[in-house]
């Protein structure tokens, strides 16, 4: 019975220091999906998108857009109070329409619409969070421009177009809220 014992505490102690020293070890180190993200950033307040286009319907598209998006994809909690944070400030330059083809009678067959907007990541200190990937530790606003295909005779419009667009746009500026390696 005690070589036994002797045999167990032998066997047992070195599992229980490797897990001590694994667990210790570990636990300052950040890992799955909110690893891509800033640790000291719990909320974010997000006011309505900004819009200087005269389609006055893309800026709170464009605010549910990246609710959504940062509520679905980041560890942050979107809140309505302007004193969280950080708040995400997004202005919608400009919105547009190009013709790509046209039939033979003169009639758009493929088209693009394409939005466009500046963001701005900043902390309660007013710190810059957002990075920009070209110059990264310029004070200089981000700009994203997403474009999105519609072909009219396939029954698409410019409304599902623009939607689809801004989805896109939504992304685009929560993947500029990762931390960059």
Not at 58 to 71: D, F, Q, T, W
Not at 132 to 147: A, E, K, L, R, Y
């Amino acid at each position: 019975m005690n070589q036994i014992n002797r045999t167990l505490r032998a066997c047992l102690f070195p599992i229980i220091a490797i897990s001590l020293c694994w667990c210790g070890g570990c636990s300052l180190y950040q890992y799955g999906p909110s690893s891509l993200y800033r640790s000291d950033i719990r909320t974010v307040h997000v006011p309505m998108v900004r819009n200087t286009t005269f389609r006055h319907d893309l800026g709170p598209r464009l605010s549910l857009a990246l609710v959504k998006e940062i509520e679905s994809r980041t560890p942050f909690k979107v809140v309505s109070d302007p004193n969280a944070d950080s708040t995400l400030l997004v202005r919608l330059t400009g919105e547009n329409k190009v013709v790509l083809s046209e039939t033979t009678s003169d009639d758009p067959r493929a088209l693009d619409a394409t939005i466009s907007a500046q963001a701005d990541w900043v902390s309660r200190r007013g710190e810059k969070l957002m990075q920009n990937t070209v110059v990264p530790n310029s004070g200089i606003t981000i700009s994203f421009s997403q474009d999105s295909r519609f072909v009219p005779e396939a029954g698409q419009s410019i409304d599902t177009a623009m939607q689809d667009a801004i989805d896109k746009l939504a992304q685009r500026v929560v993947s500029q809220m990762e931390l960059r390696w």
